[in-house]
C-alpha cells in the first residue's frame, strides 16, 4: 500500500501544538479540524479520554492528547482544536493546542525517537523530522488510540 504516488521518500504532515512542542501527523490519517465543541464526559473512561463528541450524528471518542502523552494540562484557548483521525477503521477527536501548518518533510530527515523526547514516551512516537530549522515530534497514533494495545493493559 503506497502512501504517496508521486514521491515514495516525502510525506505530508499536519503539523500542531502541544505547549512550545511542534508535533505532526499524516495528512492521511486526518479527516478534518474542528474548533473545540462541547464534549461529553463518559463514567468510568480512562483519564486521557475526554468524552465523546456527535459528529454529524457520529459520537466519537476524544482523547486530551497532552493527558495521554503525560505533559502539563492547559486550559483551552481561541486556538484550541479537535484533529479528526482515523486509524484502522477507528475515528477519534484529538484535543490539540493549535494547528499551524500542512508541510511536506523528506524520509531523509526523519530519525528514529530516542527513548524520550520532550517528556513523551518513544512507544507514543515514530520519530523526529528535521523541518526548517526545527524539530517536528512525529506521533504514532495507533500506540496513542491504543489499536491492538487492548490486551493485557488496563488504562
Known amino acids: 500500500m503506497a502512501e504517496n504516488t508521486y514521491d515514495e521518500n516525502v ?3 499536519v503539523v500542531f501544538k502541544l505547549g512550545r ?10 479527516q478534518e479540524i474542528k ?7 463518559v463514567p468510568n473512561s480512562p483519564d486521557y479520554i475526554k468524552g465523546v463528541i456527535n459528529l454529524r450524528g457520529s459520537v466519537l471518542p476524544v482523547i486530551d492528547l497532552k493527558n495521554r502523552l503525560a505533559l502539563p494540562p492547559s486550559d483551552d484557548t481561541d486556538d484550541t482544536r ?3 483521525v482515523k486509524v ?19 524520509g531523509d530527515n526523519i530519525e528514529p525517537p ?5 517528556g513523551v514516551s518513544a512507544q507514543y512516537l ?6 526548517n530549522d526545527s524539530l517536528l515530534i ?4 495507533a500506540a496513542i488510540v491504543g489499536v491492538g494495545a487492548e490486551s493485557g493493559k488496563a488504562g
Not at 21 to 30: A, K, M, T
Not at 114 to 118: F, L, W, Y
Open 11 to 13: 510525506i505530508q504532515l
Open 21 to 30: 512542542e511542534d508535533y505532526g501527523i499524516s495528512i492521511l490519517q486526518v
Open 88 to 106: 484502522e477503521e477507528i475515528v477519534v477527536g484529538l484535543i490539540v493546542d493549535g494547528v499551524s501548518e500542512v508541510t511536506s518533510i523528506s
Open 138 to 141: 512525529l506521533l504514532n497514533l
Open 114 to 118: 530516542n527513548t524520550v523526547v520532550s
Open 35 to 41: 474548533r473545540i465543541m462541547d464534549i461529553t464526559r
Open 82 to 84: 479537535i484533529i479528526i
Open 126 to 131: 515514530s520519530g523526529v523530522g528535521k523541518h
